[in-house]
């Protein structure tokens, strides 16, 4: 079993760079595929980011996934804020020595 | 396109039952994976159980308790929920697996209330 931690907030102005970071706590973040997603208040969740670094259609480019094996963590960047990505965001992956989807605990991002 | 629409969530007392539906439309329903997450009242997401081509899987606070299960003629996916407590209070939402161990489409979600 494994366990993906990620800040609980994060903020940054508009138009600037933030990236939101997720560790895994044993096996390697390579091991499974890690999917982000993006939460606004009130609103179900939606899928900013699937297989490590694949955008659906419909995300903007200004969203990036990646994995660093050396840190064992995966890692959101999203580029040109807007206020409109003020959200929730969720990590997740697969652990499939039991066959479990993990989450992570989810960062609250500001943008002010 | 793509829609997930679930029903069955409400107000249920402690021990009782409810069943939750899934009405899939805008793909091929029996070609995926199926989940069912949830997320409690100011809390993070908690998966709660997926059915796939390996079989079926649940999450340890619901075994025994919850079944998913789908019918692929009729493009819907369920979850069975017995012997209720007051922590499965939560929206619960309908997702999409393409067999990554994740998720590409959300439904809705539908609330769960379990309060005396």
């Known amino acids: 079993n494994f366990m993906l931690t990620q800040p609980h907030s994060v903020s940054e102005s508009p138009g600037k760079t933030v990236t939101i970071s997720c560790t895994r706590s044993?096996?390697?973040?390579?091991?499974?595929?890690v999917q982000w997603y993006q939460q606004r208040p009130g609103s179900a969740p939606s899928t900013v980011i699937y297989e490590d670094n694949q955008r659906p259609s419909g995300v903007p480019d200004r969203f990036s996934g990646s994995i660093d094996s050396s840190s064992n963590s995966a890692s959101l960047t999203i580029s040109g804020l807007k206020t409109e990505d003020e959200a929730d965001y969720y990590c997740?992956?697969?652990?499939?020595?039991?066959?479990?989807?993990?989450f992570g605990g989810g960062t609250q991002l500001t943008v002010l | 396109q793509v829609q997930l629409v679930e029903s069955g969530g409400g107000l249920v007392k402690p021990g009782g039952s409810l069943r939750l539906s899934c009405a899939a439309s805008?793909?091929?329903?029996?070609?995926?994976?199926m989940s069912w997450i949830r997320q409690a009242p100011g809390k993070g997401l908690e998966w709660v159980s997926y059915?796939?081509?390996?079989?079926?899987y649940y999450a340890d606070s619901v075994k025994g308790r919850f079944t998913i299960s789908r019918d692929n003629a009729k493009n819907s996916l369920y979850l069975q929920m017995n012997s209720l407590r007051a922590e499965d209070t939560a929206m619960y939402y309908c997702?999409?697996?393409?067999?990554?161990?994740?998720?590409?489409?959300w439904g809705q979600g539908t609330l769960v209330t379990v309060s005396s």
């Open positions: 997702a999409r697996d393409p067999a990554i161990g994740g998720v590409d489409y």
């Open positions: 805008g793909f091929t329903f029996s070609g995926y994976y």
């Open positions: 059915i796939g081509n390996t079989g079926i």
């Open positions: 044993s096996g390697g973040i390579a091991s499974n595929y």
């Open positions: 997740q992956s697969y652990d499939s020595s039991n066959q479990r989807v993990v």
